[in-house]
């Protein structure tokens, strides 16, 4: 511990006067997104207040949405392990948050957006982590042709099963949240009058929003081109994710702070299920190798590298050891057989033997059934507004509706569920107890 204090990097002394000679003359951040040019699907309702501003709103929206508290029982990376002090979905989008406006608070950006995007990310994300996610993704599209993807399913959940009136501004960084595609410079896409998506639009300066005194047409023409991505993604799975860029500075702090916020804490985690002996076998030597390290390294890199920016940039050291860090995680702990073996060849399975009794019973409109009793009736009582026009929940697609059941579920719940429905299975998860290194 002693050598990675040695490694923590400290603001640039240039940029450090000039972010207290700016703090001093109060100055305003111009490319930060401002309360004013948000957009709502519907703009009659959710007017801000004093007290209740804007992206306030949407934060709490979902923080007090049904599905929120399952965050606290998803797998971030380890599934079967009794042990609190692992982490799970829960703890990881509250240090995405927590990252994202530290980061976001020095550069002058408007950080509630950044908590609301950050805290809204993975409410869409399946039980069993990636792997789950992986699993649903591959039944969906063998029966309907679209993708699954976590980041997708979050705008669905808080934009069409609970109609929370979300903003496009944390709509859009919650699509373009995706950790998984690193990059050393975000610029963000600004929604444009006349573009016909997101991810078509060439990258522009992020000041250039429209004034929100265009009101409703230019609000109704952004949803346009944030659902015409939505459906891109759906259709052509990670050719389009690939291509997302976020809207804002805010979504691309956020997207960087998703990196950040899992690449040491996984170390973490795996040291404490003792699947590595400690951070010192990794060998990013910019960032650092253990948790604290590399939060502040990176941040300090970040904000050196962005201030004033109409960018977010990494140096090409940092970013070259953001990569490195991020491909020993592969190799060393995320395939490693124990986290993935028992998925692959246990929960994969159990996946597609529920998949097909749900999908059976909805088709079937068992009214009796569990996707009916504990989804289509808690949908029901929960969801938002919604107009005459629209389908009910229930008449929708059976395979969209079990997916949206499948991805809504604990690690728990689902495995209370499958042996629910299937008592003689033999496939049964064994769990890592705390007291494994006593037998």
Known sequence: MNEEKTMYKKLLPEVQEQIERDRANNTVNPYRFNDADAVRRDPTRDKANLWRTTFIRDTEKILHLPVYNRYADKTQVFSFYKNDDITRRALHVQLVSRISRTIGAVLGLNTDLIEAIALGHDIGHTPFGHAGERFLSELLHKETGLYFNHNVHSVRVLDTLFRRNITLQTLDGILCHNGEFEQQKYIPRPFREGSSSSTSSSQADSAD???????????????????????????????????????????????????????????????????????????????????????????????????????????????????????????????????????????????????????????????????????????????????????????????????????????????????????????????????????
Request: aromatic letters at 12%.
């Open 209 to 439: 929003v429209p004034d929100a005194a265009d009101g409703v047409p230019y609000a109704a023409g952004f949803f346009q081109q944030f659902d015409a991505t939505v459906n891109d993604c759906y259709t052509q799975g990670d050719a389009a994710i690939k291509k997302l860029v976020p809207s804002t500075l805010e979504g691309c702090v956020v997207r960087i702070c998703d990196m950040i916020a899992y690449l040491g804490k996984d170390r973490q985690d795996a040291a404490r299920a003792h699947l590595i002996t400690d951070e010192t076998q990794f060998t990013s030597h910019e960032i650092g190798t253990a948790n604290a390290a590399i939060i502040n390294n990176l941040t300090v890199d970040i904000i050196n590298n962005s201030y004033g920016k109409n960018y977010i940039l990494m140096s090409p050291e940092y970013y070259n050891d953001l990569k490195t860090a991020k491909k020993e995680n592969y190799e060393k702990i995320y395939l490693a057989p124990t986290v993935s073996s028992e998925l692959d060849t246990l929960v994969k399975p159990m996946f597609s033997k529920l998949y097909y009794k749900l999908l059976d019973d909805i088709t079937k409109k068992d009214k009796r059934s569990t996707i009916w009793k504990h989804h289509i009736e808690f949908m029901c009582e929960n969801t938002g507004w919604y107009t005459e026009s629209d389908t009910p929940y229930e008449e929708t697609d059976p395979n969209m509706i079990t997916a949206d059941y499948i991805a809504s579920m604990t690690d728990d719940y689902f495995i209370d569920l499958y042996e629910f429905l299937f008592p003689k299975d033999k496939m049964t998860v064994q769990y890592k107890s705390y007291f494994e290194d006593m037998q």
